[in-house]
């Protein structure tokens, strides 16, 4: 064996800066320091092979005899593994014996860091190379990339996510950065859109590599443009300059590379699990995917080659992946079948999700719908009838989905207008989520056109539910003798329909509320009772919630200033679990004035600036209508008058910067008791 090696590595130099990762640099570091075989793995994009060659930089003199970076992409033939590793290394050629064996007798006493690029192709060569060197070399240390496990008992995995990219209405993460540096980078003076910018890193998935070349695009494109043309990938990430490693050039080219991997059986599930938009389980992809051609599902195949990313149970895909797999499906010709078969799941789960709402399963099902609302849409973008929408109103009224639940009623409306019952239930639907979108306009004018449809059709239900959002809207403008008028012909009717409705305790809900504002609580508290036991028995905990937060209504009137803390702490519990962002809000308000009913005007003001972030941070508007007993401007005047200007804006301000889950949180540990 020859050693001609005068270097200690050949670690390239970067050419642009790394935006983030600080905290997976370190933990690659950590684990290299453990374990002899390091594989990072995720999807293609990700930044794999450039946090490789990042922490190879890092570690350069961690390692006495050098860190060497092998590159394998263009390696089609597993057996010249070795050979590249060997030329790599310095060895000249030594055909007599295994190459497998010179570089295990070579790295035998050597402190050294082999990178070994881009194995995915490779799995089984490598695994098998490793194997030998590494039973051989215990001091040498070997960081892989792959998109699936090399499968050795000392391989330590650690997957590589997307970079953050900001939320709803927010336009700072780390994909932004790196948006942004290239840009800059690219066309110096460029003045940039943030809110373009976080769209289009939002669309990207915050892939670092659609990101840079999306990027790129800027010579050309606004990034409003990039932003629109998005909808095509594919077509727009076209790499203008060259590389070393060519397969980087498009992101087609690292999306394909992953699907070259996989085999007949597993592009196929690629291509059929496309139609899903979001979160999915095993059973949903066995019964949208699974058929004659497809009697096994190899989902951990999938995400052992990073298609798929699983967290506990569910699975999901990345966007570019998933347009990727959709492309696929449509040239098999199964779009439109496997459209259907999705859009026809859902039906059937939102429909057993509707018949279980009134009962002990909420929880269960409100975490149904905020995993399965990206295919819940998917499927109503596919959808023109009355079945899917109408099925899913728990969803839009209680689970805090008010606003698409109403883009999706109105839009079917105005499909359909001929009478019809689905249309409805599509109806008082429409009014209940008008109503939780603050619209009392729409909410009264809906409730008038479903009662009086319902009336017509002898549906005491859908009457029921139309009188109920009616009162509701009453309540809010204030108009208290017409509110509890129809909250009572509300309750009425919902108890002569045919099937017990969850209605029938809301409504009592809404007319203890009214009686509240009327000052006649201890009448209140009766029908709360009566409406505690109903939900109670059922093991109901949406109308529940309701019925609490009136009777912190009332016994606050009462001057119980504990049972008022109690039953509004209840209220906020639930309507937090269940997504309800105005109800949870609203509670919270209502802790703000039992605080000053206390004379505690520091834990009101608080309390307000909690409520406010609610508010704010879930676009909505703040409560205050005339039909609350305690609204929060009268909250505010009282804990000013308590504490003064002074100490009321510091204390409001401490409430403002605590997250919302943070502040749920305090209040149900702590009952959020100020310092």
């Known amino acids: 064996m020859a050693e001609t090696r005068t270097r200690r590595g050949n670690v390239p130099a970067e050419t642009s800066s790394l935006v983030g990762r600080r905290a997976e640099l370190d933990e690659i570091a950590a684990l290299i320091d453990q374990s002899p075989l390091v594989t990072l793995t995720g999807v293609a994009g990700v930044g794999k092979t450039r946090l490789a060659i990042r922490t190879a930089d890092r570690l350069r003199d961690s390692f006495a005899d050098g860190v060497w970076v092998i590159e394998l992409s263009a390696e089609q033939n597993g057996d010249l593994i070795g050979h590249g590793i060997a030329a790599v290394l310095g ?26 690029d881009t194995c995915d ?54 994909a932004v950065r790196l948006f942004t540096e290239r840009a800059h980078a690219l066309v110096p003076d460029l003045t940039l859109d943030p809110a373009a910018v976080a769209q289009v890193c939002r669309l990207l998935d915050g892939i670092p590599l659609a990101i840079e070349l999306a990027a790129r695009r800027l010579r ?34 690292a999306v394909g590379w992953s699907h070259e991997l996989c085999t007949a059986e597993e592009r196929l599930l690629w291509a059929r699990l496309s139609v899903f938009a979001g979160w999915f389980d095993a059973d949903d992809a066995w019964a949208v995917c699974a058929d004659e051609r497809l009697a096994e599902l190899p989902l951990c195949r999938l995400v052992d080659k990073s298609i798929l990313i699983a967290e506990g149970p569910r699975y999901r895909m990345l966007g570019t992946i998933r347009d990727y797999g959709r492309e696929w499906l449509r040239r098999l010709g199964e779009e439109r079948t496997f459209i259907r078969r ?46 899917l929408v109408t099925a899913l109103w728990f969803a839009w009224c209680c689970l805090g989905q008010a606003r698409q639940g109403r883009y999706y009623l109105d ?7 001929r009478p019809s019952p689905a249309r409805t239930k599509a109806l008082w ?118 019925g609490d937060h009136a009777r912190s209504l009332a016994e606050l009137g009462r001057g119980e200033f504990d049972a008022a803390e109690v039953y509004a702490r209840a209220a906020l519990e639930v309507k937090w679990r269940l997504g309800d962002a105005a109800g949870s ?16 005007g520091r834990r009101a003001a608080c309390l307000l600036g909690a409520a406010q972030r609610m508010w704010a941070t879930f676009g909505l508007p703040p409560s205050g209508s005339r039909g609350f007993v305690a609204p929060r401007e009268r909250t505010e005047s009282e804990a000013r008058a308590l504490v003064g200007d002074a100490v009321y804006e510091g204390a409001f301000a401490q409430g403002m910067i605590m997250d919302p889950d943070a502040a749920v949180t305090r209040v149900r540990d702590t009952g959020f008791d100020h310092p």
């Open 91 to 116: 060895l000249r050629e030594q055909s007599v014996r295994p190459q497998a064996e010179v570089l295990a007798d070579f790295l035998a006493d050597k402190r050294m860091l082999l990178v070994l």
């Open 220 to 253: 050309a494109l606004s990034v409003q443009q990039i932003a629109e043309r998005l909808d095509d990938r594919f077509a727009l990430l076209v790499g203008g300059s060259r590389t070393p490693l060519r397969r980087h050039q498009t992101m087609r080219t």
């Open 429 to 546: 639907a429409c009014a209940w989520v008008a109503l939780c979108a603050g619209d009392t306009d729409a909410a009264h004018r809906r409730a008038i056109e479903a009662y009086e449809a319902a009336t017509a059709e002898d549906d005491f239900a859908a009457a029921g539910c139309a009188r109920q959002s009616a009162a509701a809207t009453a309540l809010a403008r204030g108009e208290l003798d017409e509110a509890e008028r129809l909250a009572i012909e509300s309750a009425e009717l919902l108890a002569r329909a045919a099937c017990a409705h969850v209605g029938l305790a809301v409504a009592e809900a809404t007319l203890a509320m009214v009686l509240c504002v009327k000052g006649e609580f201890d009448r209140a508290v009766e029908v709360l009772m009566r409406q505690w036991a109903r939900c109670a028995e059922r093991g109901e905990l949406w109308a529940r919630s309701h």
């Open 342 to 387: 999705h859009h026809d799941h859902y039906l059937a789960q939102a429909r057993r999700a509707e018949a279980e709402w009134y009962g002990p399963h909420q929880l269960r099902w409100a975490d149904w719908v905020r995993h399965a609302l990206p295919d819940l849409k998917a499927a109503l973008d596919h959808d023109d009838g009355f079945d």
């Open 121 to 174: 192709h490779l799995i089984d060569a490598c695994a098998a190379l490793l194997r030998r060197i590494l039973s051989e070399a215990p001091h040498a240390r070997v960081l892989a990339t792959s998109r699936q496990p090399l499968g050795l008992p000392e391989e330590r995995l650690l997957p590589i996510e997307p970079l953050a990219v900001p939320g709803p209405g927010a336009t700072g993460s780390e």
């Open 411 to 417: 839009r079917v409306l105005r499909w359909h207008e």
């Open 585 to 600: 809000a609203m509670a919270m308000d209502q802790l703000a004035a039992v605080a000053v009913a206390r004379g505690d």
